[in-house]
């Protein structure tokens, strides 16, 4: 989700069974992510209609890039609990944010788009 598409849409279903068992991992596509691979990170199994500028201009934060990769560990038993996820810092980060005030601005938005 965070990359904004599905992973292995639109490909036949046998082609991403391989890619699961290869230990194909998803990534987040970022400039990040193309740093640390040195501009070689494969793009294959993404949709092509991402453009690379799209990612290269994209960053995600430390702290997500974390939790993400906390979330889809493979093995279970170094895969956190949900219950130790919700200690994480990128989540501690979000509830300093309200949820509330965010749907009012974006209900206010609405509203403004609606009068238009």
Same mark, same amino acid.
């Given at each position: ?27 987040? #596509?970022? $400039? =990040?992510? &193309?740093?640390?691979?040195?501009? %070689?990170?494969?793009?294959? /199994? ?5 453009? *690379? ?18 979330? #889809?560990? $493979? =093995?279970? &038993?170094?895969?956190?609990?949900? %219950?130790?996820?919700?200690? /994480? ?5 979000? *509830? ?21």
């Amino acid at each position: 989700m965070a990359n904004g598409f599905q992973p292995f849409k639109d490909t036949e279903l046998t082609y991403m069974y391989i890619e699961k068992v290869r230990g194909s991992l998803q990534v987040l #596509l970022d $400039k =990040n992510s &193309l740093l640390e691979n040195q501009g %070689s990170l494969s793009l294959e /199994h993404t949709n092509k209609r991402i453009a *690379r500028d799209v990612i290269v201009n994209k960053s995600f934060s430390e702290n997500f890039h974390q939790f993400v990769e906390l979330c #889809l560990n $493979k =093995n279970p &038993l170094s895969r956190w609990a949900a %219950s130790k996820l919700m200690t /994480h810092s990128f989540l501690k980060q979000c *509830r300093n944010t309200s949820l509330l005030d965010q749907l009012k601005d974006l209900g206010q938005k609405n509203v403004k788009v609606q009068k238009k």
